[in-house]
Nanobody
Framework: QVQLVESGGGLVQAGGSLRLSCGAS????????MAWYRQAPGKQRELVAE???????NYANFVKGRFTISRDNAKNTMYLQMNDLKVEDTAVYYC????????????????WGQGTQVTVSS
């Protein structure tokens, strides 16, 4: 099993910045794709940004130029630097990782964190 734990959420004024972190822990695993999703009240969960094991990135149009996703493979940690935050960025932010578990065989699945609240005030 793998556990993902997000941190770094909070309350910030519009125009401010936050940095989210997502750390993975467990035994004998390899992480491939990692991503940040968000879900605002009454809305569907949506992709914010994703990053491959080789650090190729992809961003939703609504965060391009404001958010930066990165990862430290040695620490099994992913980050989301969020700048110029807007009220509409208010949501619970979730990290996800596509993981290969190495036991007597190799199995793969997606894991999700518990989410961290980001609230942007006007």
């Amino acid at each position: 099993q793998v556990q993902l734990v997000e941190s770094g959420g909070g309350l910030v004024q519009a125009g401010g910045s936050l940095r989210l972190s997502c750390g993975a822990s467990g035994r004998r695993f390899v992480i491939n794709r990692m991503a940040w999703y968000r879900q605002a009240p009454g809305k569907q969960r949506e992709l914010v940004a994703e990053i491959s094991s080789g650090s190729t990135t992809n961003y939703a149009n609504f965060v391009k130029g404001r958010f930066t996703i990165s990862r430290d493979n040695a620490k099994n940690t992913m980050y989301l630097q969020m700048n110029d935050l807007k009220v509409e960025d208010t949501a619970v932010y979730y990290c996800t990782a596509f993981v290969a578990l190495i036991t007597s065989s190799i199995s793969t699945r997606d894991y999700w964190g518990q989410g961290t609240q980001v609230t942007v005030s006007s």
